[in-house]
C-alpha cells in the first residue's frame, strides 16, 4: 500500500517530500482561497495560479525541473479534455435549446404546474429521475436545470436553495445511474462490480437524498405565497408571444435522452440535438433580435440564419419588454464556457505539480497508516477523497486514486470491496460540485448563474452522505464482508 498510483508516482530525480512539504500546497490553497476570495474577493483564477507557483517552488527544492513540472501540468490537464470538450458543447446545446424554444416551452408550462411551496421537491425529484435515466448530472443541470432556474425566477423562488436542489437532484441521478461514467469508475477502481456498488450505495445516498427532500419540504412552505399570480401570467404571456409553442419542441430532448438510453458517446448525441435544434427554430420561430439581440458586425446585413448560428458561440442576448424572460434567455453559447475552462486549466496546473512531485501520495499514505479499525479505514478513505477533491477539483482523481491506494487495504481486512467503492462516491464524487474551483461547480454557475457559495447549503444530499458513510463504517452496520476473491462478478 506505500507505492504511490500512477497519477501520484514522483518524477524519478524528485526527493520524497517531507509531511510537512506535502502539506503546506493544501494548506496555501485553504488560505489563499478562504481570504483572497471569500473575504477580498480576488479572481479564483489568480489565487489558483498563486497556489500554482507556490507548489512549484516545494517541487523546485525537492529537486524537480521546470520540464517535469511541465509534463504534469500537460498531464493532469489531459485528463480534464473529455470533461473540457462537454462543458463547451453544453454551452452551444444550452443556447440550440433556448432558440429552437424547447426551454421556454418546459418554463411556461412548469410555470403552470408548479407551485412555489413545491419547487424545490418538485426540482430535486425531477432531476434526480432525468440524470439517473440519462446518467449524467452536467447534462441534467445543463438541460433541465437550465429550465427549473427559470421557472423559479418566474415563481419568485430564491436561487440558491433552488439551485442546491437541481445540483442535489442530478448528482443523486448521476450516482445511482449504471450509464454514469463516475459510477462505472468507482467499482473499477475498487475492484467491485457495477451493480453490486448501486445496491450498496443505496443505504448511504438514499437517506441523505430523503433528509434534503425534508428540508425542501419545510421551506418551501416559506415559500407557497412568495410570488405575485401577475408576474406568473406575464411571463408566461411574453413566452407566447416570442415563441411558437408546438410538442415537437421536444425533439432535442428526447434525442440527449435516447443517446444516453442506447449507451451512445455523449458529445456526438449533443451535437444531433443541437441541430435538430436548430431545425425547429428554423421551422417554429420567427425569431428578431428582441430575442437574439443585436446582430454582430459581421451579421449585420446577413439572414437570420447567420445569426441563429452566432448564438452558438455567443448564446442569447435578448432586449424583450420582459425582464423576467430576458433572465431565462440571456445565457448558452460556447463562449460563455470559456471562463470555466480557464479556472479548470488553471486548477489543474496546480494539481499537476503537486502530484508529479509525489506530495498527494505522501499525505494519503500518511492517512492510510492510522486506519486501524473499519470505521477508522472509513474515515481514512473518506478524508483522502476529500483531500484528492478540494486539491484537483475532479471527480475522476477523488474516485481513482483513493481507490486503488486503499483498495489493498479493505482486501486485507476482509472488507467487500464495494464498500470503498460506495465510500469513494460518497466523500468524491457529490462533493466536488461544492467546491468553488472545480470544473464542476464552474460550470453550474454558468448555467444557472448561482455561485458554489450560494448553492452549496442546499444541495444538502451532497454533503451529507459521506457522514452516513462514517457513521455506517463505526457501527459496523452496512458493512459488507467479503466472501470471494474475484468481487467482479455480480453477488459479491
Known amino acids: 500500500m506505500s507505492t504511490p498510483t500512477p497519477e501520484l508516482a514522483p518524477a524519478p530525480s524528485v526527493r520524497e517530500p517531507t509531511l510537512l512539504e506535502a502539506l503546506a500546497p493544501i494548506i496555501t ?17 489568480v489565487l489558483l495560479v498563486s497556489t500554482a507557483v507556490v507548489t512549484g517552488l516545494i517541487a523546485l527544492r525537492l ?15 489531459s485528463k480534464a479534455m473529455p470533461a473540457i470538450m462537454i462543458v463547451i458543447t453544453v454551452g452551444a446545446l444550452i443556447a440550440s435549446w433556448l432558440v429552437s424554444g424547447t426551454i421556454p416551452m418546459i418554463v411556461y408550462y412548469g410555470l403552470q404546474i408548479i407551485t412555489p411551496g413545491w419547487f424545490l421537491v418538485t426540482a430535486c425529484i425531477l432531476c434526480s429521475l432525468v440524470s439517473l435515466v440519462i446518467g449524467t448530472s452536467w447534462g441534467t443541470i445543463g438541460t433541465v436545470g437550465v429550465a427549473l432556474i427559470g421557472i423559479a425566477e418566474g415563481l419568485g423562488v430564491p ?13 443523486f441521478g448521476d450516482k445511482l445511474s449504471p450509464f454514469s461514467d463516475t459510477t462505472n469508475l468507482a467499482p473499477i477502481a475498487a475492484r467491485a462490480n457495477l451493480y453490486d456498488h448501486i445496491g450498496h450505495m443505496i443505504w448511504t445516498t438514499t437517506p441523505a437524498w430523503l433528509l434534503g427532500i425534508g428540508v425542501y419540504l419545510f421551506v418551501g412552505r416559506g415559500h407557497s405565497d412568495g410570488v405575485e399570480s ?5 411571463l408566461s404571456a411574453a413566452i407566447t408571444d416570442h415563441f411558437e409553442l408546438n410538442i415537437l419542441l421536444l425533439l432535442p430532448a428526447l434525442i440527449t435522452l435516447a443517446a444516453a438510453i442506447m449507451k451512445k458517446p455523449v458529445i456526438p448525441g449533443m451535437i444531433l440535438s443541437i441541430a435538430v435544434a436548430l431545425l425547429l427554430s428554423f421551422t417554429f420561430q420567427n425569431l428578431d433580435e428582441r430575442v437574439l439581440g443585436p446582430p454582430g458586425t459581421y451579421e449585420q446585413d446577413h439572414h437570420v440564419f447567420v445569426r441563429i448560428i452566432r448564438t452558438l458561440v455567443f448564446g442569447v442576448n435578448p432586449m424583450t419588454e420582459s425582464a423576467e424572460l430576458n433572465n431565462i434567455l440571456n445565457r448558452g453559447g460556447m463562449e460563455s464556457m470559456m471562463g470555466t475552462t480557464l479556472i479548470a486549466l488553471c486548477a489543474f496546473t496546480f494539481a499537476g505539480i503537486a502530484s508529479r512531485a509525489g506530495m498527494l501520495a505522501v499525505v494519503l499514505r500518511e492517512l492510510s497508516r492510522i486506519a486501524r479499525t473499519t470505521g477508522q479505514l472509513v474515515a481514512a478513505t473518506v478524508v483522502s477523497c476529500l483531500t484528492v477533491a478540494g486539491i484537483t477539483g475532479n471527480s475522476y482523481l477523488s474516485i481513482l486514486v483513493p481507490g486503488e491506494l486503499f483498495a489493498p487495504a479493505y482486501k486485507q481486512r476482509g472488507l467487500a470491496a464495494k464498500n470503498l467503492s460506495r465510500t469513494t462516491e460518497d466523500s468524491g464524487t457529490v462533493v466536488v460540485p461544492l467546491i468553488p474551483w472545480s470544473i464542476a461547480s464552474v460550470f453550474i454557475y454558468s448555467v444557472l448563474n448561482v455561485s458554489a457559495i450560494q448553492y452549496a447549503p442546499w444541495a444538502i444530499m451532497c454533503y451529507t452522505g459521506f457522514l452516513f458513510a462514517l457513521l455506517y463504517g463505526f457501527t459496523g452496520f452496512k458493512i459488507a464482508p467479503r466472501i470471494r476473491d474475484d468481487e467482479t462478478k455480480p453477488g459479491s
Open 230 to 234: 401577475p408576474m406568473v401570467a406575464e
Open 159 to 171: 436561487l440558491a436553495p433552488a439551485a442546491g436542489a437541481i445540483v442535489a437532484g442530478a448528482y
Open 63 to 77: 529537486g524537480m525541473s521546470w520540464d517535469e513540472m511541465q509534463s504534469g501540468i500537460v498531464d493532469s490537464i
Open 29 to 45: 490553497i485553504i488560505l489563499f482561497l478562504g481570504i483572497g476570495f471569500g473575504v477580498l474577493g480576488i479572481r479564483v483564477e
